[in-house]
């Protein structure tokens, strides 16, 4: 089935600068940009995309971070491109991901690991930015 989802370039990913070789991983596997921007989440669509995080012990720090200089969000269209854009983003924790993954390449810590993506078709469609 062709998709779109959500993915999300997060601030450390954007200031250490890994956009482009990001955005070249995912277009040499064939998914195509279907939108692309730069923005500052405010903290009201933070709470709102990571609603489901509400109340955990890591909630506080991860809105701050996420809210703390742009972010590069983005929505891919192409077959199956949900489960694998998250293949190529690989495990939450940058330390536990599989090798050449996008978060074992760049990512630093499970808190700064660089980028999101929509992990299923009912969040994807709640991720995608209105504006898209
Ligand atoms: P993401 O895929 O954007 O979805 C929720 C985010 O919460 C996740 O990536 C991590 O960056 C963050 N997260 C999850 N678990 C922890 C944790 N134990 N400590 C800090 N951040 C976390």
Redesign the pocket.
């Known amino acids: 089935t062709v998709e779109r989802t959500f993915v999300?370039v997060?601030p450390d990913g954007v200031q250490r600068g890994f956009v482009g070789d990001i955005i070249k991983r995912f277009e040499q596997k064939g998914l195509k940009i279907v939108g692309l921007k730069m923005l500052q989440i405010s903290q009201e669509l933070a709470s709102k995309?990571?609603g489901?995080?509400q109340g955990?012990?890591?909630?506080e720090?991860?809105i701050k971070?996420?809210t703390s200089s742009p972010v590069v969000a983005m929505v891919l269209e192409g077959k199956d491109c949900i489960s694998l854009a998250r293949g190529m983003?690989g495990a939450?924790?940058p330390k536990k991901a599989a090798p050449g993954t996008i978060r074992e390449t760049f990512g630093i810590?499970?808190?700064?690991?660089v980028?999101?993506?929509s992990?299923s078709a009912a969040s994807a469609a709640r991720e995608i930015l209105p504006s898209f």
Do not use: A, C, S, V
Not at 56 to 59: L, N, V, W, Y
Not at 109 to 113: A, Q
């Open positions: 999300m997060k995309h990571y489901e995080h955990k012990p890591f909630f720090g991860l971070y996420i983003m939450t924790d810590d499970i808190g700064r690991n980028i999101h993506g992990d």
